[in-house]
């Protein structure tokens, strides 16, 4: 992925056209101050599936963590069993 770089000026004056390559391209705009990285600007798909990859990306590693430490984990199988138990358990008790 290409950087996109305008300096910060060209946001007041041309905020739709930034605006417009942030969605079309789902891609952030570096914005700079004195020839300085300053912001970022990205569109709110492109951000919610960022946010969406991070958070998955952290729960991976949170759980690698655990394997790593020794943390019981369960199979696939296991897994859909325990769940199956439960809302068993959950209907005939409920």
Known sequence: MRAII????????SYNDIA????T????VFLTKNGVGD???MDVGTYN??????SVAER?????RARLQGVKGYQIAEFERNMREAIERGV???
């Open 6 to 13: 305008k300096p910060s000026s060209e946001l007041q004056n």
């Open 20 to 23: 417009e390559i942030c969605r």
């Open 25 to 28: 391209m789902q891609t952030p």
């Open 39 to 41: 912001t970022v600007l």
């Open 49 to 54: 599936k960022r946010e969406e990859d991070l």
């Open 60 to 64: 991976l590693l949170s759980a690698e």
């Open 92 to 94: 005939t008790h409920g």
